[in-house]
Structure formats: structure tokens, C-alpha cells
């Protein structure tokens, strides 16, 4: 039988994310490759006791449907992480990802032009592949955009959006300077083009100085995309949306077609932890401990390949963007580590063109301290 799919799913390639994750669940495989937190730092005894709580009320509405902005009590909270904020501005999401698949599905028409990063997170360059956006980079290096390009674009491109991880971003563990971000910000009023700030690492900072966002630096064109997967569960599936309420206005209306509303359990869990300080308190706990790692990895980084791989430091997140110079197509070391019981994401997988790279992204918060030193041990075996 021949099955008339649409267009966009007969064009779009697996998914290395899906590689990616049928690795992290291989248990012969040591994996730098997933951006998973470390299941064994979940607040299980909070979520167990905000969950009684819950049940202890005895309200029956808490399963019953309710609107599509998400929990009340959650977006008052949210909003005051945000300068001048209302909980009008916020909007909650199955995910960061599905935020994603609504501005999309809001904003994006079949050939629209937007910006990303060169290079950019995975997931997000496979949906505005789906869209089928005429997609246009912007190189990117440990300071922020080349500006230069980037006005060019707004001026001859007219996108729809910038999309953009501004802080810690996925994969190169980058930040922009405080004076790079001003500019975009100038460019972007200049030539009204709006901001995609996705912010899923921001939390995780270990550090440095808390940064000056998009969202406070140009909030009438900016979206700012956040989540608690990396900080409570990924499980949870709360991701959220900062933006001008008529902008809120049209992707709750988008949403609305989509899924009616989030599940709400979760979503008062993660309230009640906030009202009470816990989520504060675990973050930090989050951060000790992926410090420890980060600086494990780059140690072992350092004391087993020398000279012969580059990167930067990053102050926060989940990544550490190498260059293994000594390879050209780092896809062809990565077949080779898997050889070796070791998993890594390799760098042409996160440019919208898929050009060859040296470069590779590994993870360090889902490994053990031994895993990791054992990991690229094994790496550099697949790179002699």
C-alpha cells in the first residue's frame, strides 16, 4: 500500500538524537554523548513529598482539564526570575522542544527565512528543518555572532527570527560577552527582527557572573524558551515561554490546537518547590556536583591528549566543545570510539549544512567521576 505521507516527514533524515540516545541506553558504552542530567541527583524525596501534599488536598480538579497557559502558581513564580514580569508573560510547555514546534508552527511559513547559530543545537536545526524554513547561519565563536554577518543577514534576509543560546550554548559551552549581546540586541531593534533566546542552561552556572539576557535587554522582541529538565526531571516535561502577551496570546492559541494543556501534577510540584526554596537549594547541590565533573573531564582532557585537541573552558552547562586536530571528519572518529566502548556527538551534526568538522561535543554530567576519566582514556585510544 502506498501511504501518502506529508512532504516534511518523507524529507526529514533520522535524527542523530535518536542515535544519541539508543547509545546513552547501551550499558557496554561509556556516553559523553546525551545532554542527560545524573539520574542519581534527582530530589526523589521531594517529589514524593510535594506529591503527598497534593493528594492530601484531596481536589479532584487537579486532574481535570484546565487552560492551556499552564498552572497559575508555577508562572508567578517563573515570572519573577524576569525583570518587570507578569505571569501574563509566561506561557508552559510539554518541553522546551514543543516551545520550539509553537513558535515554529506560529511564526513559520513554507520557505520563511530565519537565523541560527553556526553551530546550533541538534534537535532545534531537525524542526526548522521540518518546517521547511530557508535556514541561514551566523558563525559564532567564544565571545558571541559575528555582528558584521549578522547585520547583513537582517538586512538582506528579512527573518522571522534569530534563534539563539546565548548562555553556556548547545554544543560549544560558549557565552556571549555582554557587549556582543548589545549589539545583537541594536541590530535586532534596528531591523525588527525577534530574538529566539532558548535558555536551558542557565542555572547551571559554575562560575562567573549571571548574565544579562536577551529578555531584559530587548523584551518587546525577544522569546525567551526555558525548562526544568535539566534542573528537577526531564520527565516533568515543563518548558516555558517569556514573551509580549500578544505574542503569548498567539502561541496559546496554537497550543490550544495542539495538545489542549500540559499535564498540571508535575507542574504544582515544581511550584511548591520553588515557593519553598528547594529548587534553589537542589540547583546548587546540581552545581557542586557538575563542577566536579567538568573539571574531572577536563583534566583528563588535559593530562591524556596534550596538545593535539583545543577547547574552551566553559563557565556552566553540560558540554565541552573539543577540536581533535589531529581529525579531520571527527564522524569518522566517532565510529572508531564506539569500537571502543565510548560515545560522543560529532561536531557536523549541529551545522545546518552537515559539513565535515573536527570538532566533537562530550558531555560530562551523566558520567561517573571514573567513567569519565575511563572514557577518555578509550577516546584517545580511537584517536592514535
Not at 482539564?65 to 509566561?90: P, Q
Not at 542557565?202 to 524558551?225: D, H, N, V
Not at 553540560?318 to 581529525?327: Q, T, Y
Request: net charge neutral.
Amino acid at each position: 500500500m502506498h501511504t501518502k505521507f506529508a512532504k516534511r516527514v518523507t524529507t526529514a533524515s533520522r535524527s542523530f538524537t535518536r542515535t544519541i540516545l539508543d547509545l546513552t541506553a547501551q550499558s557496554d558504552i561509556i556516553s559523553f554523548a546525551g545532554g542527560l542530567p545524573d539520574a542519581s541527583l534527582f530530589p526523589k524525596t521531594l517529589f514524593q513529598k510535594y506529591a503527598n501534599t497534593l493528594f492530601e488536598k484531596n481536589d479532584n480538579l487537579l486532574f481535570q482539564y484546565s487552560n492551556a497557559s499552564g498552572v497559575e502558581a508555577l508562572k508567578i513564580e517563573i515570572a519573577k526570575r524576569y525583570e518587570d514580569t507578569s505571569s501574563k508573560a509566561i506561557m508552559l510547555t510539554n518541553g522546551s522542544q514543543q516551545a520550539l514546534d509553537l513558535v515554529c508552527k506560529t511564526f513559520l511559513d513554507e520557505q520563511d527565512c530565519i537565523i541560527v547559530e553556526d553551530p546550533s543545537y541538534l534537535a532545534a536545526l531537525n524542526l526548522f528543518h521540518m518546517y521547511n524554513a530557508d535556514i541561514k547561519t551566523v558563525a559564532l565563536d567564544k565571545n558571541g555572532v559575528d555582528l558584521v554577518s549578522l547585520e547583513k543577514l537582517f538586512l538582506t534576509c528579512k527573518p522571522k527570527f534569530f534563534y539563539t543560546i546565548p548562555i553556556f550554548q548547545n554544543p560549544t559551552g560558549y557565552s556571549y560577552t555582554l557587549e556582543n549581546k548589545e549589539e545583537v540586541a541594536r541590530l535586532a531593534k534596528k531591523y525588527h527582527v525577534i530574538l529566539l533566546e532558548d535558555s536551558p542552561y542557565e542555572a547551571l552556572r559554575y562560575e562567573g557572573k549571571q548574565s544579562t539576557s536577551f529578555a531584559s535587554l530587548l523584551p518587546e522582541l525577544t522569546i525567551t524558551l526555558g525548562t526544568f529538565s535539566k534542573t528537577l526531571a526531564p520527565d516533568f516535561r515543563i518548558g516555558w515561554i517569556k514573551a509580549p502577551q500578544k505574542i503569548i496570546e498567539a502561541l496559546t492559541c496554537s497550543k490550544e490546537s495542539t495538545d489542549l494543556q500540559n499535564s498540571k501534577f508535575f507542574q504544582h510540584i515544581a511550584a511548591l518547590m520553588m515557593q519553598n526554596g528547594d529548587l534553589e537549594t537542589h540547583t546548587k547541590a546540581l552545581i557542586k556536583h557538575y563542577k566536579t565533573k567538568r573539571d574531572t573531564m577536563i583534566t583528563a582532557l588535559e593530562e591524556t591528549f596534550g596538545e593535539s585537541i583545543s577547547f574552551v573552558k566553559p563557565e556552566g552547562g553540560m558540554f565541552i566543545w573539543v577540536n581533535f586536530k589531529n581529525c579531520k571528519d571527527s564522524m569518522q572518529l566517532f565510529d572508531k570510539a564506539i569500537q571502543k566502548g565510548v560515545a560522543f556527538v560529532p561536531g557536523s551534526v549541529f551545522f545546518a549544512d552537515k559539513k565535515v568538522s573536527s570538532f566533537g561535543r562530550l558531555n560530562y554530567t551523566n558520567s561517573s567521576l571514573e567513567q569519565i576519566r575511563e572514557g577518555v582514556q578509550k577516546l584517545y585510544e580511537a584517536y592514535l
